[in-house]
């Protein structure tokens, strides 16, 4: 099992940054995929980014440019620092572990989620 603990949401204007973090405990060393989902209202959750135990990333391709996922091994700590906020990024973002990824799909078990973060930006 793996526990995740999000911080860093908040109330941001348009074109302002914020930065997310996802600490990790328990089963860390199994870890090869931690990432970022995000679900607006009425909408499903997508990916955000990921990142793995080798440093490799993806991003969905409305954040490239403006999202970066960075990872602190020592800390086993996952960040998420975005720029240049929309009104439509505005979300409940996630924090996962997931146990498979190929492309911009993965696979995260239902008791590998964090408990969401709210991100609002306003226009």
């Known amino acids: 099992q793996v526990q995740l603990v999000e911080s860093g949401g908040g109330l941001v204007q348009a074109g302002g940054s914020l930065r997310l973090s996802c600490a990790a405990s328990?089963?860390?060393?199994?870890?090869?995929?931690m990432g970022w989902w995000r679900q607006a209202p009425g909408k499903q959750r997508e990916l955000v980014a990921y990142?793995?135990?080798?440093?490799?990333?993806t991003y969905a391709d409305s954040m490239k440019g403006r999202f970066t996922i960075s990872r602190d091994s020592a800390k086993n700590t996952v960040y998420l620092q975005m720029n240049s906020l929309k009104s439509e990024d505005t979300a409940d973002y996630y924090c996962?572990?997931?146990?498979?990824?190929?492309?911009?799909?993965?696979?995260?078990?239902?008791?590998?989620w964090g408990q969401g973060t709210q991100v609002t930006v306003s226009s």
């Open positions: 990142i793995t135990n080798d440093d490799r990333t």
């Open positions: 328990g089963s860390i060393s199994s870890i090869n995929f």
């Open positions: 996962a572990v997931a146990s498979f990824c190929s492309g911009s799909w993965c696979y995260v078990p239902d008791d590998f």
